[in-house]
């Protein structure tokens, strides 16, 4: 079901209605409560809602699953996406269209740039844990089996390095969000737990530099906004020149630090992993 509705209304000057669009947004993928994710794409929505003379009401989902069936079964209009639940959304409904993906900063702060890096990481007290080898009974936290960097890289990774998880580890937990997964690292309720660039900065902003990079799992293109054919052509085109000029203000407490014009094409390393991911029965789906 969906879970938040919050309409944001603008107006023309002569008062006239303006068309109303539905964005899509995950409210607990940083672990946000719904209040927060109001708070947090309110100022970029309603600019946007200006520069393009739009309504947009946001439409909080309940998780990956339920973000790729509104945006493949057109419910929603736009949706800010993470790249597997883009590449699955595509795969159902090929209208869906990324219009901008985001720019963001990497782990040092020292750069911005049209991706992020993945990883496993564990307690940097745990002498123990010295490589990928050294997590083999151990207890993994993942996120959800539509999270990119929570579990389809990951994965992709441990069966590149001929690792069924599985088996590999001793228990594996599917914690939901990735806060979550830092949070019971710091906790020591598990050993090691896939995560990605800007959680793992929060975590450290929340529990101190308590966690070591156990193995860099991938480099993947960043998440973005995609559209469907639901918001006319003239209409996407307006909103991704829009977002080109966003200014960095706009997204403070998101991740996001601008945007860029990237070709579908740069979505193409997401696909091979999706398929290769895929390939093991049951692999991406609804996680039990």
């Keep these: 079901a969906v879970s938040l509705l919050l309409q944001l209304t603008v107006h023309t000057a002569a008062g006239t209605a303006l068309p109303q669009y539905r964005f899509g947004v995950t409210p607990w993928q940083h672990g946000q409560s719904n209040d927060d994710i109001r708070e947090l794409y309110k100022p970029l929505l309603e600019w946007l809602g200006r520069k393009v003379e739009a309504e947009f009401i946001i439409v909080g989902a309940g998780g990956y699953g339920e973000m790729i069936d509104l945006l493949a079964n057109e419910s929603i209009d736009l949706g800010a996406v993470s790249p597997v639940p883009f590449v699955l959304a595509k795969q159902r409904n090929p209208r869906v269209t990324m219009l901008a993906t985001e720019l963001s900063w990497n782990f040092g702060d020292s750069r911005k740039g049209p991706s992020y890096e993945s990883f496993i990481i564990a307690r940097a007290d745990r002498e123990?844990?010295?490589?990928?080898?050294?997590?083999?009974?151990?207890?993994?936290?993942?996120?959800?089996?539509?999270?990119?960097?929570?579990?389809?890289?990951?994965?992709?990774?441990?069966?590149?390095?001929?690792?069924?998880?599985?088996?590999?580890?001793?228990?594996?937990?599917?914690?939901?969000s990735q806060p979550r997964v830092t949070d019971a690292i710091a906790s020591g309720s598990i050993d090691a737990g896939a995560t990605w660039d800007y959680n793992l900065k929060q975590a450290i902003n929340k529990h101190g530099p308590i966690f070591k990079i156990v193995a860099r799992t991938g480099t993947i293109p960043n998440l973005g906004i995609a559209a469907n054919s639901s918001v006319p052509e003239t209409m996407q085109a307006r909103i991704r020149s829009a977002l080109l000029e966003a200014d960095e203000s706009l997204f403070r407490g998101l991740p996001a630090a601008g945007y860029v014009l990237k070709e579908d094409s740069y979505y193409d390393p997401v696909r091979d992993v999706v398929q290769l991911v895929s390939g093991a029965p049951g692999m991406i789906g609804e996680e039990k």
């Design 128 to 176: 123990d844990i010295t490589g990928l080898e050294s997590l083999r009974a151990a207890r993994l936290g993942l996120v959800r089996k539509q999270s990119t960097s929570g579990y389809v890289y990951p994965v992709a990774y441990f069966i590149r390095n001929g690792i069924d998880y599985k088996t590999f580890f001793s228990r594996v937990y599917f914690l939901g």
